[in-house]
């Protein structure tokens, strides 16, 4: 009800009308704008001012905006799925990480009113290779990140530029985490965010073949000099790095020297050995490479290191980042397994016989402000 002179107005205070209807409702036979019905408000951020000035007009709208200066609404986001963590950043009060080691969804339930905010950092690293005799590659590291409005250390992969980053709206985003590759069988999952897939790294070789190609290539296996593809399929930056090739020495080829599989900073580095069977090394893995999207510099996705048959010398190192160490057999008895790479990193298997180990399973992180 109004009498001559009264004001009342009225403001979109969490900026959701547009899922919260209001109603404004004359009361008995007064107006508004000369008509008894009532009005609703469903424009999101919108305020109205009403004026009571008579009863033929009743309450006059003497003031409608959508513009109004609205302070710190910045990105609200949710996520699901088993062991998946949200939590405001160690370093910055004003940043959330959303931590995904399995398979969910990222929401963004409501995007920044400043739009340059809305632009967000990511790491997506795909599921290390699986060993063979040669080494697994790690799994493809892709990341980006908004430097005027988050400047996180990066990778070298991305350096200083302000590259790749992705834009955000009201939206879920189903989020993939890449497995790791299955030992002597495949190369890692893909993990996938938005518009980025990280391609999984390539299994090693068995043993007379050159690793498969992925994020970073697998290791070679005996005999076989040439390297494998990391990269692939191409992105830029590069996701990843070649894998090394293999040798072997001895009157039946008994010792050998399997390639290492690349990181993601680094390519695997090739088995050694020479004609007097002596000296063989499976190759080292390839180093991964660090950021601190978590406020902390991890290391990830390093290539596993190749398997060595014949003394004296141990299997080759895995890379930084997760890899997995190359078994050590002793002709006549060859036997010892590669191990794995470590979990939520990316790392690619170190290579064995009768069995390469497991790739470590990858790992998505996001990056955005929230105040």
Do not use: H
Not at 213 to 230: E, F, L, M, N, Q
């Amino acid at each position: 009800a109004g009498t001559a002179g009264d004001v009342i107005a009225f403001a979109d205070y969490a900026a959701t009308w547009q899922i919260y209807n209001v109603t404004v409702a004359p009361n008995g036979t007064d107006k508004i704008g000369s008509q008894n019905l009532n009005v609703v408000l469903i424009t999101e951020g919108q305020s109205v001012t009403f004026v009571y000035v008579d009863s033929t007009q009743g309450w006059i709208n003497t003031m409608d905006s959508t513009s109004n200066v609205r302070g710190g609404i910045s990105i609200c986001a949710s996520v699901s799925g088993a062991c998946n963590t949200l939590v405001t950043a160690p370093c910055c009060a004003n940043v959330k990480i959303a931590t995904f080691t399995g398979p969910g969804s990222f929401t963004v339930n409501t995007i920044s009113t400043t739009p340059a905010e809305n632009t967000i950092g990511y790491m997506v690293v795909a599921g290390g290779g699986g060993g063979f005799l040669g080494a697994g590659g790690g799994g493809g590291f892709r990341e980006g990140r908004n430097v005027p409005i988050d400047n996180f250390t990066a990778s070298p992969l991305v350096a200083n530029a302000p590259t790749n980053a992705v834009t955000v709206t009201a939206t879920a985003y189903p989020i993939t985490i890449g497995g790791g590759g299955a030992s002597n069988t495949s190369n890692g999952g893909n993990s996938v965010f938005s518009t980025i897939t990280s391609t999984g790294g390539g299994r090693g070789a068995d043993y007379q073949g050159t690793g498969n190609s992925g994020g970073s290539g697998g290791g070679g296996g005996r005999d076989v000099s040439s390297t494998s593809v990391g990269n692939s399929p191409p992105v830029s930056p590069a996701q990843g790095q070649n894998g090394g090739g293999g040798v072997s020495s001895g009157p039946n080829s008994d010792y050998i020297g399997a390639g290492g599989g690349g990181g993601a900073g680094a390519n695997g580095n090739p088995g050694t050995g020479n004609s007097l069977a002596v000296n063989e090394q499976g190759g080292a893995g390839g180093n991964g490479v660090a950021n601190s999207i978590t406020g902390l510099s991890v290391i990830r996705a390093g290539g596993g290191g190749g398997f060595t048959q014949g003394p004296p010398n141990p299997g080759g190192a895995g890379g930084s980042g997760g890899g997995g160490v190359g078994g050590q057999g002793t002709a006549p008895n060859p036997l010892s397994n590669g191990t794995p790479g470590t979990i939520n990193t990316g790392g690619g298997a170190g290579g064995g016989s009768p069995a390469g180990g497991v790739g470590g399973s990858g790992i998505v992180i996001i990056r955005y402000k929230f105040q």
